[in-house]
């Protein structure tokens, strides 16, 4: 079973998470924030991950750490859950169409952090949720699962729709990345010989 357990209690947040990444698309998501909720909640949808979540954060203040922290433990359940990542397929991407948006994913489990974020929001806010900080969660991930990872909007008008189809997409992307490739199942998919 390729599973993590993630306890991570700061004085800005106290985060427990659950994940599963051969999972089946099931979630508990309890961040404070309804549309963080959401977007974790399609991630792990599209991802077949099982993902629980609960997050005591400083949400009066804004959702910026909460957002922040929640990255950096689900970066953490992808590294501890994938291990020495013998046998996974490594790269991942996806195109996904949501209405007028189109949004480009790749990712390599590399073990060398990058985020490469072409993404124009047009608003600052959905809901009452800072939009720059769906940028902030990914790097807050790269960061904690080291991977090379690209996103780019390549049309898009609809903020809401924007970062929806980036969850969906890196969904779609790491179901990919992390899947087992029989043919090398006891190989790291690496000429180094380690990720």
Not at 36 to 55: A, K, P, S, V
């Given at each position: ?175 990919m990345a992390v899947a087992m490739d029989p043919k090398h199942a006891d190989e790291i998919p690496s000429t180094k010989g380690v990720l």
């Amino acid at each position: 079973m390729r599973t993590a357990n993630i306890e991570r209690n700061t004085n800005e947040t106290r985060i427990k998470l659950y994940f599963n990444l051969d999972g089946s698309g099931k979630s508990e998501i309890h961040t404070g924030c309804g549309f963080l909720n959401h977007m974790l909640e399609l991630f792990t949808r599209h991802g077949d991950f099982d993902l629980n979540i609960t997050c005591d954060g400083d949400v009066d203040v804004d959702y910026h750490h909460t957002t922040e922290d929640i990255g950096i433990c689900l970066g953490q359940a992808f590294t501890q859950a994938l291990g020495d990542k013998r046998g996974v397929t490594r790269y991942g991407q996806f195109l996904l169409p949501m209405d007028e948006t189109l949004i480009l994913c790749a990712v390599d489990l590399s073990g060398r952090d990058f985020l490469g974020w072409k993404v124009n929001l047009l608003t600052q806010k959905v809901g009452d949720f800072d939009t720059e900080l769906a940028q902030e969660f990914w790097l807050a991930f790269v960061r904690n699962c080291p991977a090379s990872a690209h996103i780019y909007q390549m049309a898009g008008e609809n903020t809401h729709h924007i970062i929806e189809a980036i969850f969906k997409g890196m969904g779609r992307t790491l179901k990919m990345a992390v899947a087992m490739d029989p043919k090398h199942a006891d190989e790291i998919p690496s000429t180094k010989g380690v990720l």
